[in-house]
């Protein structure tokens, strides 16, 4: 016989004997309600009723993770190679399913699912990080496909984002994206940053910047690394929203209007701890000037404008100063 049940038997048999609880409860040194259980499960079942019941209930309404849902994550990594973060944000967005990185983690680890490889960089960059908002914007535009070509635009400070989608790359879009970048980002620009495609170099575009007091400053040839949170954000939209919808439907920017509100109020972001781009904004809310401080700051004389070929751009530059 199992130890605990001859000790459990003990319990039972000397209070059935004395008829008293108390004395049974002072030398066995158990409770009166842990006597009773035992002596109610003894009368009901004998020798059997002092055998140890599981503890599991019957319904647990706080399990997370059913069959279901396990089977989200597994497609999410092996047809879509996403990552616990990127499953956690397509798992709110799509499902209204919130679960914790450590539970995803777990279910991973169950599934026995092949780790993300990361690709090794083969250079270091420093990273930086503007301190205020709208002191840096960086903007790029992106192939969706052939005839459709989305424009994003990324601060640097909280990752805010606005997005447009255009058929061609013209300079008349490229304004029309930056009076929408204006209207809606809640902060002034100070500076927008880009590579050198020819849709930020006309002379329209660059007046316009000038006429908000905006200062221009494209990057050197050769370093992607500098607009590389606009790209990384590019990519997360290729792996998270158009890789969900149909390129062809006419619904297609009122999506896109409903992932950039997605992903300003609500995606966490691991690069801002694990917040939103608009909880990050109102934590700088404070340190965030106006348009008008924005406007008294602008030295129109320092601001040129600036050529796409970088080596003209140099030599003028030079030109200038010798002048």
């Known amino acids: 016989m199992d130890k605990e049940i001859q000790q459990r038997f003990n319990w039972v048999s000397l209070y059935l004997s004395s008829k008293d609880a108390g004395l049974t409860c002072r030398r066995c040194g158990i409770s009166r309600p842990t006597l009773r259980k035992w ?37 999410f990594r092996t047809s879509r190679n996403l990552g616990a973060r990127r499953i956690q944000s397509e798992l709110i967005r799509n499902y209204s399913i919130k679960l914790s990185l450590a539970t995803i983690h777990k279910v991973l680890k169950k599934l026995e699912v092949k780790p993300l490889i ?4 083969q250079k270091r960059y420093k990273r930086y990080q503007r301190p205020i908002p709208g002191d840096r914007v960086q903007v790029d535009v992106m192939k969706v496909r052939n005839g459709l070509y989305q424009y ?13 989608l255009f058929s061609r790359k013209t300079a008349q879009n490229t304004i029309a994206f930056f009076e929408q970048v204006i209207e809606e980002m809640p902060f002034p620009i100070q500076r927008i940053q880009s590579d050198r495609g020819r849709e930020f ?29 606009v790209e990384r954000s590019q ?20 999506e896109l209007a409903c992932w950039q509100h997605y992903y300003n109020w609500e995606r966490p972001h691991g690069s801002i701890g694990s ?25 129109p004389q320092n601001e040129n404008f600036q050529d796409q070929n970088y080596k003209m751009e140099l030599q003028l530059r030079r030109l200038k100063r010798s002048m």
């Open 152 to 164: 994003t635009a990324v601060d640097d400070c909280t990752r805010y984002r606005v997005l447009a």
């Open 118 to 121: 990361k690709p090794k960089r």
């Open 39 to 75: 002596v109610r499960r003894y009368n009901q079942n004998g020798m059997d009723g002092l055998t140890s019941h599981s503890r599991r209930p019957l319904k647990s309404p706080k399990i997370k993770i059913t069959e279901a849902i396990t089977t989200l994550i597994k497609n």
């Open 235 to 254: 990519q997360t939209d290729l792996q998270e929203f158009y890789s969900n919808v149909d390129l062809n439907s006419p619904q297609l920017p009122i």
């Open 201 to 229: 170099f006309a002379f329209e575009v660059q007046k316009f910047m000038m006429d908000y007091s905006i200062k221009f400053r494209p990057n050197k040839p050769g370093s992607p690394h500098l607009n590389g949170k």
């Open 275 to 299: 917040k939103s781009p608009m909880d990050k904004y109102f934590d700088l809310i404070h340190k965030t000037p106006l348009w008008e401080d924005v406007y008294k700051k602008y030295d």
